[in-house]
C-alpha cells in the first residue's frame, strides 16, 4: 500500500492527540483511504521533555527544518502554535511543494492573505479544518457544501471558555472572577485566559469563517471586539428576567450594499432560539444561506480529541489531494464582497443598564437623551429600593447605530443622578428555531 509522509511539527496537546490517534486508528484510515499515513519525523522545541503521548526518539529532531528538507514527507502538519516561527514553516513548506496542514487561527487571522497568496502560487493546498470550532466541521462545510448559497449570516458561540464562564455565571449567580477561577481549577481555562475571555480567540475565528463566507481576507482592524469580563451576575439575571440569555457571540452578516459586519462581544440572544440552549465548553454555529437556509453546526470546539479529529479530517484529504491535484488550495477569493462595515454604523437592539439615585425624574431624564438622539426604548426595569439609594436601571432599546448609543451614553454619563458609567451589551434578534 502506498505510504504518504507526515512531518508533524509540535507534540503537545493537539500533535500529542494526533500522533496518538494516528497510531490508535491506523488500520481504520487505511482502509478508508487506501493509502498509509505514516509520521516520519516529530519537530519539538525540547526533545528531553516528558510528554504525555510519547514518540520513539527516531522520530524526534529539534529543528523544523528537517521536515520541510525530508523528500519522503509530502504532508507538514503546523501544530506548534505562535505566528513568527509558524509562519516560517508554512511558507517554507509551501514552496518545497509540501502540502500544509493547519489549526493555527491566530497564523491564518494574521497573515492568511500571505499564506494563500504563497499557496496558489505554488499550486500548494493548505487546510485549516481544526482552525475554528475544534471538531466541528464548520470550515469544509463554509468552503464546500455551501458553495452554490449566497451567505447571509454567521453567529457562533466559538469559544469554550468564555461560553463555560456565561454558564457558570447564569446556573449560580456567580460573579465572573469566581467562574473563571473555577474555569481554570477544571482546566476549561488557560493560565491566562485572556485571548479566551477579551473575545480574540473568537475573532481569529470569526476571521477565517468571514473571509470564507464572503471571498475577500479580513484585516484584524477591520473588526469589532468586546470581551466579557465587564459582564456581571447582575446583567445575566436581568438579561434573564427580559427572556433572554448573555453569550460570548461571533457575528457575521452581509447587508443589501453586500457591506460586511464582523465582531464579537457578549451579546443578549433570545432564550428561544436554539443557540441560547449551548452551554459548558460547547460550541455552536448557526449558517443562513440563500439557498439552503438555516443550519446548525453544534460540537466540542476545544481540547485534544475534537481538534485531532478535525486534524485527520484534513490529513486524509491532503493525502488524497496527492493523488489527485485540486484546482483550490484552501482560499478561493471573488469579488461580490469587500468593504467591512465600521462598528460606528453598525445598527443593533441594546440592554442598558444605569446605576441611578432613585428619586423621581430620573428616568424621564434618561428617556429624554435618549429621545433626543432619535433612540427608542422598548421595556424598562426598576427594581424598588429605599429612598435615595442607588439602584439599576435597566432598558431595552430599539434599533439604533453604535454612533447614536455612545453619543446618549455620554450625556447620560454627565447626569448627576448617575452613578457609574452605564453599561450597554448589544441584542441579536436570531430567527427562532
Known sequence: MQQIGIGLAGLGTVGGGVYKHLTKNRIL??????????????????????????????????????????????????????????LE????????????VTGNKALL?????????????????????AAAAGGVPIIKSIREAFIGNHIQSIHGIINGTSNYILTRMAASGMGFKE???????????????????????AAHKAIILASLAYGFWVGTDKIYVEGIEEITADDIRFAGELGYCV????????????????????TLIPRSHVLASVNGVFN????????????????????????????MSDLAEAAVAIECPRRSYGFTPHGLYGTCKPIDDVVSQYYLRIAVVDKPGVLAQVAGILGEEDIGISSVIQPESQEGESVPLVLMIHYATNTQMQKALGRIARLSSVKRPPRM????MLVAS
Open 29 to 86: 484510515l487505511m482502509e478508508r483511504l487506501g493509502l498509509e499515513l505514516v509520521v516520519r519525523k516529530i519537530a519539538v522545541r525540547d526533545p528531553s521533555k516528558t510528554r504525555d503521548v510519547p514518540a520513539p526518539p527516531a522520530l524526534i529532531t529539534r529543528n523544523w527544518r528537517d521536515l520541510v528538507d525530508d523528500p519522503l514527507i509530502q504532508i507538514v502538519v503546523e501544530l506548534m502554535g505562535g505566528i513568527e516561527t509558524a
Open 89 to 100: 514553516l508554512v511558507l517554507s513548506a509551501i514552496q518545497k511543494g509540501k502540502i500544509v
Open 109 to 129: 487571522a494574521e497573515h492568511g492573505q500571505e499564506i494563500f497568496l504563497a499557496a496558489t502560487k505554488y499550486k500548494v493546498p493548505v487546510f485549516f479544518e
Open 179 to 201: 467562574a473563571l477561577a473555577e474555569a481554570q481549577q477544571l482546566g476549561f481555562a488557560e493560565a491566562d485566559p485572556s485571548l479566551d475571555v477579551n473575545g480574540w480567540d
Open 247 to 266: 453569550k460570548l457571540l461571533a457575528i457575521i452578516k452581509a447587508d443589501e450594499k453586500s457591506e460586511i459586519e464582523i465582531r464579537v462581544h457578549p
Open 284 to 311: 455552536a454555529v448557526a449558517v443562513r444561506g440563500d439557498v439552503v437556509g438555516e443550519t446548525l453546526f453544534y460540537g466540542r470546539g476545544a481540547g485534544q480529541d475534537p481538534t485531532s479529529s478535525a486534524v
Open 425 to 428: 451589551i448589544r441584542v441579536e
